[in-house]
């Protein structure tokens, strides 16, 4: 981690001498419209790896915490498959589906959607969409799981209390289950949105970056820069920025949900 801060202080190809150039890549990483845009699209990311998954995650969890129901093991099985299938499979997978002919546009031409069908991993506009619903698909189980787990703890009685006093599902929810997810939902806050500010697998499958640079995110970009432009001094400028950015949003998470 040292020597890659090291080096995004010079111009370099990675077989040359190097050549110092100060905070000249950082200048760049944050004036080049291309670099930005990469960072840009991570923080879009977060909204389909990490709100979205955590949302559907809760809105599980108040359809099953309320009552006690048969066949909860086989609920968490089919929700967390996804985090146990490699990344790489899963991008694959999506590639397919989201192709031409594939499970995504025959579904809509089934239903009478022909003119909404489209290439969607080709699509200037829905690239990015795209993408993005392929990791709410992953993490969603992982913050079921995670919320489900969280529920156990909660006691029967204080359920049986809310319930005595008139409470609906909606009030009961918000009352009993979310103040005991708090550490929970702290913990899904973190893991997903490190996996989209550092996304890379999905990307790099399902649409290397395109079309046109729109699904560029910096995990696929330093990858780019390092072995295939040769420009490590500015990978490693770009790893850097990436790595504090993280530091940052885990420590703002950590400090909004801490206990009172």
Known sequence: ?????????????????????GLGNYRQVLTDPDLRGAVLNALTLVVFFSWLPIVLGMLMVALLARHQRRGMTAFRLLFFVPQVVPLVAVGVTWRWM??????????????????????????????LVAVGLVGTWAMSGLCMVLFLSGVQKVDPALYEAARIDGAGPVREFVTVTLPALRGEVAVALTVTTVAALASFD???????????????????????????????????????????????????????????
Request: zero cysteines.
């Open 1 to 21: 981690m040292l020597h890659t801060v090291y080096l995004s202080f010079f111009d370099w190809d990675g077989v040359t001498v190097a050549s110092w150039v």
């Open 98 to 127: 989201y192709g031409s002919d594939g499970a995504v546009n025959q579904g809509l031409r089934a239903v009478g959607l022909d003119t909404v069908t489209r290439a969607w991993l080709g699509d200037v506009d829905f690239a």
């Open 202 to 260: 999905i990307v790099y499958v399902t649409t290397d970056g395109g079309p046109a640079g729109n699904t560029m995110v910096p995990g696929l970009l330093v990858y780019r820069l390092a072995f295939t432009q040769y420009e490590v001094g500015l990978a490693a400028a770009v790893a850097t920025v990436l790595a504090l950015l993280i530091l940052a949003v885990v420590f703002t998470i950590t400090r909004l949900v801490r206990p009172e």
